[in-house]
């Protein structure tokens, strides 16, 4: 099969992680004869310090004209600290989502049995959680109106949802239900704000014609709550795009290190695959970023976008493997030898190619 995937390794240690994924790419192409056709585009920092601009025309014509985007990560120091800054990596990231159509964010939560340790969280209540949170990402506060008036010193951002977009994204919610335990959340803040009544009227509305789904609606602040407390009561969640950013960072450290949670976003023509971790900038350069979370977005992008599901159940076998093993960076391994992100892609490769 032939594979033309747009690569964007983005700032900090995205390019870092994305370079172990490549890696595995190339030894799955090998190994399974798939033809990969790899170009890479600029996003974030480092395309404003080129075009002035986080995701530039030609990285949106580069990722239009491909199967699937793999990116790393957005974000510089440099703008966190500067609030007045016109323009800023993560607009590239929301640009690119919208720009895109990239309406859906899948962020699963998996545990790994040798990593129950890690977790801050006790084993007994982490064991079988496996939750997917499908996070809706180019509406709500996000994309809604803002502004400042009074001379600047009155801020508002608004959050604002249509029905079409709900049912869009509360489909995904339902169909993923449907193909795991059949439980479905819908998280949100009816007891306060309009589009989160508007939420829960359109998936109400929804239920019928999913019978065999049975479906809860709890409210963010209990969710954030029982998330820790319970984790493995969830299955699949759906919820807005604030709510998801916040519950999705929650949720990533159940299992013990965020440097493991992967993603994908998707739309009705494109999909993007990356790591939730974000650009990490104090560990760049340092050789010590887990690679994992990368090559664990390279595994969805297999299964999702090419339905190679093969390909995509070795690299979790792999990683898996990698983990059992201890050949970790320190994020997983405080006591014994860490190795570093090269040496983690590099027993992945090995164990894809050898197994
Ligand atoms: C994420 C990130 C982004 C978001 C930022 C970098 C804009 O936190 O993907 O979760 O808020 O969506
Ligand atoms: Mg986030």
Redo the contacts with the bound molecule.
């Keep these: 099969m032939k594979l033309k995937i747009a690569v964007l390794p983005g700032d900090g240690i995205g390019p870092e992680v994305t370079n172990q994924s490549i890696k595995v790419l190339n030894c799955i192409a090998d190994k399974y004869n798939h033809k990969v056709d790899l170009t890479e585009g600029l996003v974030g920092a480092i395309a404003i310090d080129e075009y002035n601009d986080p995701y530039p025309d030609s990285t949106h014509m580069l990722c239009k004209n491909s199967d699937a985007i793999l990116f790393g990560a957005?974000?510089h120091p440099k703008y966190d600290n500067d609030p007045k800054a016109k323009v800023r990596p993560?607009q590239g990231?929301?640009k690119m989502r919208k720009k895109l159509g990239l309406f859906a964010?899948l962020r699963p939560t998996i545990i790994f049995e040798s990593l129950l340790e890690m977790s801050p969280i006790k084993e007994e209540r982490i064991k079988d959680t496996d939750i997917l949170f499908v996070r809706e990402?180019t509406g709500g506060i996000?994309f809604g109106d803002r502004g400042r008036k009074n001379n600047d010193n009155y801020a508002y951002d608004t959050c604002q949802y249509s029905r079409e977009e709900i049912v869009r994204i509360a489909k995904i919610g339902f169909e993923y239900a449907k193909k795991r335990s059949k439980k479905l959340c819908c998280v949100d803040k009816a007891n306060v704000l309009e589009t989160s009544r508007l939420w829960r009227e359109t998936v109400q509305s929804m239920e019928k014609n999913y019978p065999e789904i049975k479906v809860s609606y709890e409210f963010v602040d209990a969710v954030a709550m029982r998330l820790v407390q319970w984790p493995s009561s969830y299955d699949v969640l759906i919820t807005s795009?604030l709510f998801g950013?916040i519950l999705?960072?929650e949720a990533s450290v159940i299992s013990g290190s965020m440097g493991l949670m992967p993603?994908a976003s998707i739309g009705s023509e494109n999909a993007l695959y990356?790591p939730?971790h974000?650009s990490y900038p104090e560990a760049t350069g340092k050789k010590i970023a887990n690679p994992i979370a990368s090559i664990l977005s390279l595994s969805m992008m297999l299964d999702h976008s090419f339905n190679l599901k093969d390909e995509s159940k070795i690299i979790n076998r792999a990683v898996e493997d990698s983990l059992t093993n201890k050949i970790t960076t320190p994020d997983l391994n405080k006591y014994n030898k860490s190795y570093t992100t090269d040496e983690v892609g590099d027993y992945i490769v090995n164990f894809v190619k050898n197994n």
């Design positions: 957005i974000g993560e990231l929301l964010n990402l996000y795009n950013d999705t960072d993603s990356e939730i974000g």
